[in-house]
């Protein structure tokens, strides 16, 4: 069984483009998070849905962040314009009917 | 505002030892507990979680939660080289979402 997907694992942009970083949680799994991981700060919580719907968005940064679950089994974090400060390992996870999460590979961004 | 904390290390050990890994959490409501193991450039992976008080294990790993001291910890017996890794532990309360602390980086010496 597939676990979580995400795509690019490596994105290198410029300050000022869009980013888009891409989920796809496993099947059959309600509940979808979106991390971002620093040495600094550790392991942040960004957003979460549960049943494509979001529940707690207070953990994105600004509003140059945004996050949709157009359905069960797709999930994007948008990042525009994007900052050096962005720079970091971003997890997808997922979970299903319990609150142990699993997690994807992560996308490792670069902005310069 | 929920807390989770560990030594960031490095605890180094040496082959054969155990390593003792210790988390404390501020959140008196946190009902589920989890160690997860990441290596160096990969994601986090579950080790373990437990939901009682007490000792709960599984081969070389076992993991105690006190709750009245808010204190989770995770044991690794016979340490391998291969144990070497960053350990995050991770806090529940209930909803589904996870306060994870900064991890503790475990060095086992061959």
């Known amino acids: 069984d597939a676990g979580v997907i995400q795509s690019p694992r490596h994105e290198v942009t410029e300050m000022g483009q869009e980013v888009t970083l891409r989920c796809k949680p496993i099947s059959g799994h309600d509940y979808l998070f979106w991390y971002r991981q620093t040495m600094m700060r550790g392991l942040e919580l960004l957003i979460y849905f549960n049943n494509n719907v979001p529940i707690d968005d207070s953990g994105m940064p600004e509003d140059r962040f945004s996050a949709k679950m157009p359905n069960a089994s797709f999930s994007t974090l948008k990042i525009q314009p994007s900052e050096p400060r962005d720079s970091a390992v971003y997890f997808c996870?997922?979970?299903?009917?319990?609150?142990?999460?699993?997690f994807g590979p992560g996308t490792r961004l670069t902005v310069l | 505002q929920k807390e989770v904390e560990q030594n960031s290390g490095p605890l180094s050990v040496p082959e054969g030892a155990i390593a003792s890994l210790n988390c404390t959490y501020s959140?008196?409501?946190?009902?589920?507990f989890f160690w997860y193991r990441q290596y160096s450039g990969k994601s986090p992976e579950l080790i373990m979680f437990?939901?009682?008080?007490g000792d709960k294990e599984d081969g070389r790993f076992t993991a105690q939660l006190n709750k009245a001291s808010q204190y989770v910890s995770l044991l690794i017996r016979d340490s391998q080289p291969s144990d070497s890794a960053t350990y995050l532990c991770a806090v529940g309360a209930g909803s589904y979402q996870l306060t994870f602390g900064k991890g503790t980086k475990l060095s086992v010496i061959p």
């Open positions: 959140d008196r409501g946190s009902q589920s």
């Open positions: 437990i939901y009682s008080n």
């Open positions: 996870a997922s979970s299903g009917g319990t609150d142990t999460q699993y």
